[in-house]
């Protein structure tokens, strides 16, 4: 079971050493290789100096058959990996005639002079061979060494997944893919807490084979369960897993809210496109977080009509259509108020469905009655108007994210009718 | 200058290496322990498995006087850590009896039943000071040996960054905080790209004393400039530092936006704060990330009255004001209905200024004169209407973090006085 390559992540730059940067490559390249059958072994940051990035070249060749490095490739003087792998690989610097084409087309389409520096992008050790970079100056190399490769790649992350899309993952499916398949499949449970839904499977979860294991993946509000399976067999081993994602179904029940591991707003958006529904949002404490999630999902308009962030009372009546005296009667942080922000952007927009949040962040809000972590979540539709109510001991930020993935929780289930309206 | 204590960050888990996770906490680690004067010099994920962490915990000790462990402290089967360490340091379990009260009291006040795993929290080895988790189950330990610390957090961020503050941070400090000073600074530039501005520079750059490096981070549409220096007297190194940054800052002129490491949403609301300023946002392909950004930052609600995310033209018309033969006669994406939204928006909230972005994000929209990757953005305020248009060639979603960009930038100009409406 052991036969699948193995991969490691170098990231090179003080930037996630100090923490100015959130590494964000990892993960997009760790599903990319899962998704091939390599297991990502190891991950490791490193800062700009070349005793530490050799050293991790030289741990990392030993451990895995394949080692990524991103990171340290730019334009400017605290780049030093293109050097360092020079000297590591052995060779001679050359001009790349294909690169060098390219650079000087960026340069000229968007009217900007072209720099020495610049010119020096296209210069790559003759030891690798050239990644071609179409979103940008610098390319990526692949050093081959005793059956192993080097992957080495710049760090802004659209400029990276280009490259190993078009460039790196071919030739690492050449060499390393497919000789153990994996299969992952994850239930997505909402309303009860990791180990109440891990008392309430324990018997089928002792009852795995070694060959599959479970995680528990605690989220916003929402506990995932991770089945992965490993083998020699495709087929088998998906309808295995298939057998076990039945049975934990079955047994949580009411707590399932997806069978896919994607984010709840996609899950909406799927929805959507099935049963042509249009729907509007009026947010007053996720302040267009919700907006947000729904704008990056593509050709969401023509499902998501659009929203109001009604951030003050005034707000609240001037864009969401909410009546001042229920503001002053129940305040902005009620059942009342949710409502009508719902059955007010829907009819100004015209939707179908309509979604409202309005409750108390912090850390500096709050009412006697309606103390801060409060929120009311509203959603308005065919099937008449609901409303919940949440109230999370967080901080800011983290209230915001629960406000919202409630919210959420709360749209899907009056969907999919397993939520309805007194 | 080699004496400050140096730091490594293990993260445990499979969610990692499989790319289910992102990983936020190790930046924020990183910058509250460079604040103490430690260098954070490894990073490194592993996957929930003995040998690994075994392995791990051996080569950062040897590495670091400081490890920090994440993960793998839940309450379920696939949690492997606690036993690990127990093996590793040696000693037996034992029961910490305020975690137990602790434990007993989050289920009682939650009304939720206590099960046996939940109590299984409260065990801890009797070889590590227990690091009291107050928002949240499992407790962090700190394992001594020879002079060195691993400390060993739950995953969850809230949980984690509540530990290390409270109990962990005071600890680290008390042992090797401040042995050298590190100073940073860094200066925001907009306008021009990496290279543009390495030569603009370079002889400063080429000037500066072994002890400060200068490193280039870009970012949507912006470079930062990062000046780090190490030394014994904090005092004398922040004035050297601050003598390198006003020659870049002189030099750069224009290009330089702020002298802050801050996104620069909070260098408007930091502005806003100061003059006594209300905005309002119009948006249409930033599709309320804009109004995410803001709402971000606590006590916003001051100054930031509430947006539209306007996401089809009837929502435009509807919600911002925008006259429905502007948009025939211009088209959705044009200075015309820019402009109008700003203005309309502004209007209809009474807030003192008003940013509007209109776009083609792609991948299936755009039109012949206005193709896909254009943007309009408006500002509209006490000095009249501007607006500006851009062109990016990104995918999706970074054309959104672009135009999001490129508003943000020009609302701050506009408030600035660096930009004027004709």
Redesign the interface.
Known sequence: MNSNAKASVITIG???????????N???????L?ALGI??????????NVP?ITHALDAELERSHIVIVTGGL?????DITKPLLLQYFGGTMRIDERVLEHVRNIFSRRN??M?E??LKQAEVPDSCEVLFNE?GTAPGMLFRRNGRMVISLPG?P?EMMGIMEQEALPRITATYGNEVAIV?H?IVTAGE????V??AIADI?NALPAHI??????GAGMV?L?L?GKGHQQQLLQDQIATFAAALTQRLGHLVVSQT?EPMEYAIARWCATHNATFA?A?S????????????I????HH?????????E??KV??AGVNPETLATYGAVSEEVACQMAEGIRA???AQYALAVTGFL????GTENQPIGTVWIAVDGPQGTIARKHRFY?????N?EMDASMALLLLWRYMNGTIVAA
Chains 1, 2 share one sequence.
């Not at 990502?40 to 700009?48: E, F, N, W, Y």
Request: glycine share 10%; net charge negative; charged share 25%.
């Open positions: 003080d930037e996630l050493l100090i923490g100015q940067t959130i590494d964000t990892s993960a997009w390249i760790a599903q990319r899962n297991d990502l072994v190891h991950r490791i940051a490193v800062g700009d530490d730019g334009p400017t003087a605290d900007r002079p720099l520096r610049n979103r802004v659209y992952h994850t807490g990791e180990s109440f891990a008392e979860e294991k479970l995680a528990y993946l605690p995932k991770r992965t591991d949002l947010e404490c996720t302040g267009g977080l919700l907006s947000h999630l729904f704008t990056q593509p050709s969401i308009s998501f009509v659009g929203g109001v962030v009604c951030y003050t005034d707000a001037r864009t100004i927009l015209g912090g850390p500096a809000t967080y901080d800011r930020q983290r915001k």
